[in-house]
């Protein structure tokens, strides 16, 4: 099956600054790769996703770009603030017939510093 | 509209006992899953469905049953609790998995096996 690797584990930015969370994926056919935000005791939220024939995607402060040779895509937020801060859950996942799973990463908990 | 409706938010069970979480959603949803959280471990899939009638496993389905009478409906049961199967669960639905559309969440269960 697919296996979805998130780094960092932890971030911690200065309110303004950037963050950039960054995930790897295994298996070539998956074409859909979502970006979760759950903020503490809270449900996941989608806040952006790109399909496999985009290579950036962009809205607002945050952005993903997807890179398919190399099998990775990642998150930026820009300007951030200290809402900003919660676990972010990247995803992949792939059309098959009837069935479809989302593999998850392992999250991101990030922290905007004021 | 109530979205995806999870209960209960709070759960205790002793090792042995059996239970059912409930998830509906009132969005007429094809798709229905449930998930784990776990610290460290991200979100995992334990079971889906893809219409009434239609459930499939997913990556952690052992210890746990699924079934899926209605449209709107998708509890999961657990037949003999453990302790391992301490976890929040989150049960998220989508309009359908043809397109790999948005998962909407439920506010999720925390269920501590003793």
């Known amino acids: 099956g697919e296996n979805v690797e998130q780094h960092p584990s932890t971030l911690s930015v200065q309110e303004g600054d950037s963050a950039v969370i960054k995930c790897t994926y295994s298996d070539s056919a998956s074409n859909y790769f979502p970006w979760y935000k759950q903020e503490l005791g809270k449900r996941p939220q989608l806040i952006i996703d790109i399909r496999s024939n985009v290579g950036e995607k962009k809205d607002q402060r945050i952005a993903v770009t997807l890179n398919k040779t190399a099998k990775h895509f990642s998150l930026h937020i820009t300007e951030t603030q200290p809402e900003d801060s919660a676990v972010y859950f990247c995803?992949?996942?792939?059309?098959w017939g009837t069935g479809n799973q989302f593999y998850f990463g392992t999250g991101t908990s990030l922290t905007v510093i004021p | 509209n109530a979205g995806v409706t999870q209960t209960p938010k709070f759960q205790v069970l002793k090792t042995g006992q059996s239970m059912t979480l409930q998830c509906a959603q009132d969005?007429?949803?094809?798709?229905m899953s449930w998930y784990r959280q776990d610290p460290g471990m991200g979100l995992r899939l334990i079971h889906y469905?893809?219409?009434?009638?239609?459930?499939d496993q997913g990556e952690v389905p052992n210890g746990y049953n699924v079934s899926r009478s209605t449209t709107e409906d998708f509890p999961l049961r657990l037949l003999s609790a453990a302790p391992s199967q301490t976890s929040v669960y989150f049960c998220?639905?989508?309009?359908?998995?043809?397109?790999?559309?948005?998962?909407?969440f439920g506010s999720g269960t925390q269920l501590s096996v003793l």
């Open positions: 998220a639905s989508s309009y359908t998995l043809a397109t790999n559309e948005k998962l909407f």
């Open positions: 469905s893809v219409g009434a009638g239609i459930t």
């Open positions: 995803a992949a996942s792939k059309n």
């Open positions: 969005m007429n949803h094809e798709y």
